[in-house]
């Protein structure tokens, strides 16, 4: 069964259920972004602020999941970027977001 977390206000809900490891990314119900482990790989992307390159890498134990310590580790790390990204980019100014910050 899949698992899904709340890391920092954030919703990750796991779409892969195994290997490799993904979240959809959404804050307020809006999806703003997703993240991947595959093949020792893990990335971060952040959507709908028109930029393309992932906000947030690094190399991994796991081939396709995370252990547990390292999960919490860089799920956190993930969510801070694609924050700095949505916060930088004017998404949570008034008009932008139902829910502001």
């Not at 899949?2 to 892969?16: D, E, F, I, M, P």
């Not at 790989?41 to 396709?64: L, N």
């Given at each position: 069964?899949?698992?899904?977390?709340?890391?920092?206000?954030?919703?990750?809900?796991?779409?892969?259920?195994?290997?490799?490891?993904?979240?959809?990314?959404y804050?307020?119900?809006?999806?703003?972004?997703?993240?991947?482990?595959?093949?020792?790989?893990?990335?971060?992307?952040?959507?709908?602020i028109?930029?393309?390159?992932?906000?947030?890498?690094?190399?991994?134990?796991?081939?396709?999941?995370?252990?547990?310590?390292?999960?919490?580790?860089?799920?956190?790390?993930?969510?801070?970027?694609?924050?700095?990204?949505?916060?930088?980019?004017?998404?949570?100014?008034?008009?932008?977001?139902?829910?502001?910050?």
């Amino acid at each position: 069964m899949a698992k899904h977390y709340t890391v920092k206000g954030y919703q990750l809900r796991n779409v892969s259920g195994c290997s490799p490891e993904a979240y959809d990314v959404y804050w307020a119900a809006r999806h703003v972004g997703h993240l991947r482990q595959n093949a020792g790989q893990f990335t971060a992307e952040v959507h709908g602020i028109g930029r393309a390159d992932p906000v947030y890498e690094a190399s991994t134990i796991g081939d396709g999941t995370f252990d547990e310590a390292e999960r919490v580790h860089h799920l956190g790390r993930a969510v801070d970027a694609i924050n700095a990204a949505l916060t930088e980019s004017g998404f949570f100014r008034k008009g932008k977001d139902a829910d502001f910050r």
